[in-house]
């Protein structure tokens, strides 16, 4: 019997609901906002390199439009931490 309650390691739920779903973050709504708390976690929980390295693709389009989230505290965090 399944319920709509799941057991998950804190990283699946990240990865699975927090960088695929979720649309909100602690700055404002949109999947930008969401994926940009999860890397304000340790680094261990963030999903896999090539989905962080993907969206991070997104650099140049957030320095034109800078979203409440792009701060100078989490630039620095992101370029000390970000996969290579």
């Not at 309650?5 to 739920?13: A, G, I, L, S, V």
């Not at 993907?54 to 140049?60: G, I, K, Q, S, T």
Request: glycine share 4%; hydrophobic share 35%; charged share 35%.
């Amino acid at each position: 019997k399944e319920t709509f309650y799941k057991n998950r390691p804190f990283k699946r739920y990240v990865d699975e609901w927090m960088w695929e779903k979720r649309t909100f973050g602690n700055k404002g709504e949109g999947q930008d906002f969401s994926r940009s708390d999860v890397l304000g976690y340790a680094v261990w929980t963030w999903p896999a390199n090539d989905k962080v390295r993907a969206w991070l693709e997104n650099w140049r389009r957030w320095e034109q439009e800078a979203p409440a989230f792009f701060t100078d505290k989490w630039c620095k965090r992101i370029r000390s931490s970000a996969p290579r």
